[in-house]
């Protein structure tokens, strides 16, 4: 199968020091694909390349199976939206959208044509002839990206379009440029560190981390199915404890408590990094009895009410603090005041093992 972009052992070097490393990196036509992870894991330097903006070290990069090296910038027909984007205050809107085709020699009709075509799209046709610099920040926005679109490239590279809107504002236009993605079948390259942008919006997600790409797949796996401790820590909220594998099919907690555990490569003995969502958390009055496989106990120490769901902290018996998030189903969920004691559970394939790296944990074991 060809693919609209791909990467071979490319690699970045600044001044001898190494920043990107990709030995293969495949973007399917028509995809959202994105690329996610914190500050300077080399996300922007990725685009760079692709755009032509900066060469490489060593590799190739081809798109639509055809190798971009000999292409100059200008026509490699990429379409770039920075964070920063620059209009031209001067212009109007139309005549902001209108100059990359002017730059290209378009005949005026279809100049016309194209730029009102583009204007109902990113639905700015009410303010076509208001000065850019007039406009709202989304508006200003839809701009930019009306203007990559009007010459129509084959691959649209996009660096944190939408980091200087406020959240409402980014909500609306993640959705917009979703939809007019689809509606164009435009291939796409998203840069973000906003985990939830990445997954509400991408087909597939690149989780970058120090100049590597650490796991590549559709959002929902990643979530599910993390292959390493920082991704499992990088999208979503987690509680992160410290064990050690006792056999195949536990683990034990620093002070003696053992727990059922899934089956991993870990030799009996390791020291693990154990991941578990505060969604997977299961609560229950001592009563009742948890749903999960688990029974530990536990006494709430704090109790959020956050709408739909309630977050709660329990420190648990031989474990330490946990974070459990229980979602407000009907008039039947739980409710622990902090002081109350709890059972807890949860179910074993929800606990993810991690190699011990021995470093730091954000989060985790409690002090006691
Ligand atoms: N022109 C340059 N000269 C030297 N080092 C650079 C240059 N551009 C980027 N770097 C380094 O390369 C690394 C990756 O930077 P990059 O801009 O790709 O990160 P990023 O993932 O886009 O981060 P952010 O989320 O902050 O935008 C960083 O360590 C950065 O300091
Ligand atoms: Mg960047």
Redesign the pocket.
Known sequence: MSHKLSLREVT?D??G?R??SVPELDVREGEFFS?L??????????L?LIAGF?ALTTGSIEIDGRDVAPVPVEKRNIGVVFQNYALFPHMTVAQNIAFPLETRRVPRPEIARRVAEVLELVDLAPHRDKNAALLSGGQQQRVAIGRTLVFEPSLLLM??PLGALDRKLRQRLQEELRALQRKLGITVVY?T?DQDEAMSMSDRIAI?NH?VVEQLGAPRGLYDRPETLFVSNFLGDNNTLRAQRSSASSLRFSDGIEVPAPESAHPAGAALSVTLRPERVALASPVSGPQGASRLRGTVTDAVALGAITSYSVRVDGIGDLKASVQHSGGDYFIGAPGDEVLVGWDVEDLHLFADSGGVLDAGLGDD
Not at 37 to 46: H, I, L, R, V
């Open positions: 970045k600044y001044h020091v920043v990107l690329l992870g914190p500050s300077g894991s080399g996300k922007t330097t990725t760079k900066e660096d944190e840069v560190h970058m100049g």
